[in-house]
């Protein structure tokens, strides 16, 4: 993601209309931003995780007490571009918020729109406060929580992120380089695979069910049974043969008293 435009105006020590120009920041490739304590230089890093994700890292439950206490409204406005050459994407998004009570606002107006080359307002992506969140997240491939620990590290949190364990930090950076879809394409690969094996080894088994049992253990039994048999085909073909000996010599005894 590179910023493009941020307007500010009505959050914490921002109280009048305050715009960054990231284009002519970043002209030389990297810029800094600097001043003393107070000045508003992570406001400008809250400014754009609000217009992001609504909510803002270092705020109890996302937004309390970010409201100037002199403003009765805030507004943001942040402009971005991703990817690059024909995948390269302009959006805008445009929050507004309004006092509730004392600490606490509620949203008024929220949208995103994606913009052409001559950032012009090509589409309305989203306008309401959660969907336009889904959709950053969509867009980004990052939780608002991920984009904090890997994008804006807020003041004395970079050790958090060296501390996460090591299956939480792996689940950030597949969302940061846009990994998970090589990992589901891979899980659905092996799934495939194994199904196939699975249906392949249930044919086997069932060819083998058919064949009956075709261990060591039984053909040495059915070769022994199969001697036996043949055994058996022999003694009773001699038996036979004897009989039919005796048959044929009482059959000429037999003849020759008749005559």
């Not at 009048?16 to 406001?43: M, R």
């Not at 001559?118 to 309305?124: A, G, I, P, Y």
């Not at 055994?231 to 009773?236: C, L, M, T, V």
């Amino acid at each position: 993601m590179k910023p493009i435009f941020l307007t500010i105006e009505g959050l914490h020590s921002f109280r009048e209309k305050q715009s960054v120009d990231f284009n002519q920041l970043s002209d030389a490739g990297v810029f800094s931003i600097f001043g003393p304590t107070g000045s508003g230089k992570s406001t400008i890093l809250d400014a754009i995780t609000l217009a992001l994700f609504g909510s803002v890292g270092r705020a109890k439950n996302r937004t309390q007490g970010i409201l100037n206490h002199t403003e009765n409204s805030l507004t943001v406005s942040f402009q971005f571009e991703i990817g690059a050459g024909a995948e390269r994407k302009i959006y805008r998004i445009d929050r507004r918020y309004e006092r509730n009570t004392e600490i606490t606002i509620k949203n008024k107006y929220s949208r995103i729109y994606e913009l052409d080359a001559n950032q012009e307002e090509l589409v309305v992506l989203a306008d309401k406060d959660g969907e336009v969140s889904q959709v950053v997240q969509e867009i980004l491939g990052l939780k608002p929580e991920d984009f904090a620990r890997a994008v804006v590290l807020p003041q004395g949190k970079f050790a958090d992120f060296l501390q996460l364990g090591g299956r939480e930090r792996r689940e950030i950076l597949q969302r940061l380089f846009a990994l998970e879809r090589y990992g589901m394409n891979l899980s659905k690969k092996l799934n495939e695979r194994h199904q196939k094996t699975k249906q392949s080894l249930e044919v086997i088994v069932a060819e083998q069910n058919g064949m009956g049992d075709c261990s060591q253990e039984a053909l040495q039994q059915a070769e022994k049974l199969l001697q036996e048999a043949t055994d058996k085909e022999k003694q009773a073909f001699q038996a036979h043969w004897e009989i039919q000996s005796r048959y044929e010599t009482a059959k000429k005894s037999s003849n020759g008293r008749s005559n």
